[in-house]
């Protein structure tokens, strides 16, 4: 699954800034709480509100808490009920820190990187309150403050939408061929392209190195173990 050493090279050299997404390449963050009844619940709690049938099949189904979340977000954009169900899965987020499982070699990544003059940012749909309690407990926010871009109350700009990363960009001050994005999901793939940032796949198994590819990644790796020595060598 791993890339050509030669092609990782040239992809993590270049790189200026990092941009993370964050559930994934830095942690499993519900490891020890499952995703899928985390949507569960959340569709529990619009069926009992009567708004069951304003979700489609493939909603109803979906085990990605942030689908159902911009799928109710498009229908009823900036409402009391939007809001309500945004803090919910803030609140599920906040409690999965807990028992969120470091993805390896992630904080030496993260600490080599910074330590060698990388700018880092984190451009993810989930919450910045719950990235920040995850950051705090591994020593790692310092690495990454304050440039922290999660979900905003404008749900239409979650990723694939370049939104999150154009804002990491902004900031920093950096141009998007200047920086890498490392995400694990085609949708932060898609936000790379549409921003214009080359972009690392991270993936835990062929079948998500598969998804991966087909949105699109030419590199993808296995394991931060690689990019580690990667950053590790360049010093």
Not at 3 to 24: N, S, T
Not at 105 to 119: F, K, Q, S
Not at 167 to 172: G, K, N, T
Not at 209 to 222: M, S
């Amino acid at each position: 699954m791993s890339a050509p050493i030669e092609h990782l090279r040239q992809r993590v050299g270049g790189a200026r800034v990092v941009l993370w997404d964050f559930d994934g390449p830095i942690c499993g963050l519900f490891a020890g709480l499952s995703a899928e009844l985390i949507a569960r619940d959340m569709i529990d709690w619009l069926e009992a509100r009567g708004l069951r049938g304003f979700l489609r099949e493939e909603e109803l189904r979906s085990t990605d808490p942030h689908f159902v979340l911009r799928a109710v977000g498009s229908r009823y954009p900036h409402s009391d009920l939007v809001a309500e169900l945004e803090e919910r899965l803030t609140l599920e987020e906040l409690r999965a820190t807990d028992s969120a499982m470091p993805t390896a070699y992630a904080d030496p990544l993260i600490r080599t990187w910074h330590a060698v003059g990388a700018r880092l940012a984190i451009a993810t749909n989930n919450a910045p309150r719950a990235v920040r309690r995850y950051l705090d407990g591994r020593g790692l926010t310092n690495c990454f403050a304050p440039h922290i871009y999660g979900r905003t109350a404008q749900l239409h700009l979650l990723k694939p939408d370049p939104h999150s990363l154009q804002r990491a960009l902004r900031a920093i001050g950096s141009a998007p061929e200047d920086a890498l994005m490392i995400g694990d999901m085609p949708s932060d793939c898609h936000a790379a392209q549409e921003a214009g940032v080359p972009f690392l796949g991270y993936a835990r198994n062929a079948e998500s190195g598969g998804w991966l590819r087909e949105a699109g990644a030419d590199v993808v790796v296995g394991s931060l173990e690689s990019v580690l020595k990667v950053v590790r060598r360049g010093r």
